[in-house]
């Protein structure tokens, strides 16, 4: 999963796959565990990009970006910039 839309679409599967009885609730709950923690990384991204006004585009939730005089910059990720501040 590498973005919102793929892991909604893993979790409306794991639901429909509890309810078909094709899934084991331990099973269920071991990746709602991981969607949560997915979640609540990409809650801290935004944080980030809220808190600094940094001009930083995330990759797991599309469109979320600064939007400089009507246009959309080309900006590094997150990721990526936290990995160059790391390098100095």
Not at 6 to 14: K, V
Not at 17 to 24: D, H, L, S, W, Y
Not at 63 to 76: A, F, L, Y
């Amino acid at each position: 999963m590498n973005n919102i839309n793929q892991l909604r679409a893993a979790l409306f599967e794991t639901l429909q796959g509890v309810k078909e009885g094709t899934m084991e609730i331990d099973r269920a709950k071991a990746v709602s565990d991981v969607a949560q923690t997915i979640i609540n990384t990409a809650k801290v991204e935004i944080d980030y990009i809220r808190a600094t006004d940094a001009d930083v585009a995330t990759d797991f939730i599309g469109g979320v970006q600064k939007r400089i005089g009507g246009q959309v910059p080309e900006v590094p990720s997150l990721v990526s910039q936290l990995s160059s501040a790391g390098k100095k």
